[in-house]
């Protein structure tokens, strides 16, 4: 009998799932041996209708499931846990799931101040009144999956590569949970090493790395070392896939922003890229946007609150 799939979506873009399709063949090459029963991505599920209702959610029962996306609302933790209650094995389906991604950023500030921000500040709209009808209650911030239930497997990135979505539907098609690589972006990198104590500032990406269009990448010298903030060494590679190529980001000659995550779980990629820093000999007092080095993985209470001054 075909192996059943069900997916969902929670607080992201639906990227993860445009990644899916993008697997193509290797996508169309697993249909007959799996059976899709439940994704909205295919068709729509409303769960709540205006006056809210009955919080039960109807997911059919199958054998794996897929969650994209963080938890930010009520909404969504029940769906993750009816998700957990039906399905065999959970997959953290990209970045988003696996450590907070883009939605974590939000975790800076309380909910009070994301509406006042929101609703009252923007300079192109007249002010409004929080919304407190229809929408669901939000969460007091945004949560990774496996801050609220338990998960089987990851599959980071944003988006995963579709080789890497490919690999993981074949292992667990046959009953294999996915192995994701122990080994940095700076390990997949071919960019030019000249070694350590030849940078002493590091600068904001504001101006194109130095390098010759007509050399392969190999020439160009490691982006870190031109003095450019590239958070490969403590991100986990995978972005190329299958292929061979260099990190997708550094082929356009742009510093690695860290989507994938933490080389390993329960990594923190801003103390872990301060450390490195630090080992180098740059001095990290002055470093352009230090939280930008969790703008993918600021769940887990990984992010500080901002306090907001009080205005005089």
């Known amino acids: ?26 996508f169309l090459k697993l249909l007959d041996r799996i059976e899709i029963v439940h994704m909205p991505l295919l068709m729509d599920s409303k769960y709540f209708g205006p006056d809210e209702g009955s919080e039960e959610i109807d997911i059919p029962r199958s054998d794996i499931g897929f969650i994209s996306g963080s938890i930010r609302n009520r909404e969504q933790l029940l769906l993750a846990r009816t998700m957990r209650e039906r399905c065999g094995v959970i997959v953290a ?24 921000r929101y609703y009252r500040t923007a300079e192109a709209t007249d002010s409004a009144s929080s919304p407190c009808e229809v929408v669901p209650p939000l969460l007091d911030r945004t949560f990774a999956l496996d ?40 390990d997949a990198c071919p ?31 490691c982006l870190l070392e031109q003095g450019l903030l590239c958070i490969g060494p403590v991100t986990q590679a995978g972005c190329s896939g299958k292929s061979g190529c260099a990190p997708r980001c550094i082929q356009a000659r742009v510093p690695c922003r860290g989507c994938y995550g933490p080389v390993r779980r329960g990594g923190n990629q801003l103390l872990d890229m301060l450390n490195a820093l630090a080992s180098n000999g740059i001095d990290t007092k002055n470093l352009p946007d ?10 887990h209470s990984m992010l500080p609150r901002q306090v907001r001054k009080p205005s005089s």
């Open 1 to 26: 009998m075909p192996v059943t799939i069900a997916a969902e979506v929670l607080s992201g873009c639906t990227g993860c799932e445009i990644a899916l399709l993008n697997t193509g063949d290797g």
């Open 93 to 116: 389906f990209g970045t988003c799931a696996a450590y907070g991604g883009i939605p974590a950023l939000i975790n800076l500030f309380d909910n009070k101040d994301l509406f006042r």
């Open 290 to 299: 230090r939280l930008s080095m969790l703008r993918f993985s600021g769940a």
């Open 191 to 221: 960019a030019k090493r000249e070694g350590k104590g030849t940078v002493q500032k590091i600068k904001r990406f504001l101006k194109n790395a130095r390098y010759q269009p007509e050399k392969p990448l190999g020439e160009m010298r």
């Open 147 to 186: 801050e609220k239930i338990e998960v089987d497997a990851f599959i980071p990135g944003c988006p995963p590569h579709p080789d890497s979505i490919a690999d993981a539907l074949d292992r667990l098609i046959e009953g294999r949970l996915p192995e994701t690589p122990v080994q940095s972006v700076c």
